[in-house]
């Protein structure tokens, strides 16, 4: 009964996605001959913003751990050069937070904000 008023005092299991850091620009090279396989995606986050870990957050307790697909993290505050180049490369307007999925070479969705959460990943891989 105490567990249901006050909560447990067990720790949650936290989800951890396999996500691979996107911190150099060479990587967009392989990031695109790899949609042409698989699909890619991309998280573009601000450490600094409050919106950006709240849909962080959102994204990671929604995502399917059985979804066929690369995921990438870019911090842009870190990497300014290139989520530049992200925006460059795959003509997408930087935004923060943002999500792009890559599939043939080409972005096949995007979203920022809270319209990422609103993308199915599932229709896409």
């Not at 949650?12 to 996107?22: A, G, H, S, T």
């Not at 698989?38 to 929604?62: D, E, L, P, W």
């Amino acid at each position: 009964m105490f567990k249901k008023l006050f909560g447990s005092s067990e720790p949650k299991e936290e989800k951890i996605l396999p996500w691979q850091p996107l911190s150099d620009v060479s990587q967009l090279t392989t990031i695109e001959e790899k949609s042409k396989t698989k699909t890619q995606i991309i998280f573009k986050h601000s450490t600094r913003c409050g919106i950006s870990s709240m849909v962080m957050k959102q994204f990671v307790s929604a995502y399917d751990l059985e979804l066929n697909a690369d995921l990438y993290y870019l911090d842009l505050l870190s990497y300014r050069d290139v989520s530049n180049e992200v925006g460059h490369k795959f003509q997408v307007m930087h935004q923060s937070p943002q999500l792009l999925v890559i599939k043939n070479g080409v972005v096949v969705t995007h979203a920022s904000h809270g319209e990422i959460n609103e993308i199915d990943l599932v229709q896409f891989v």
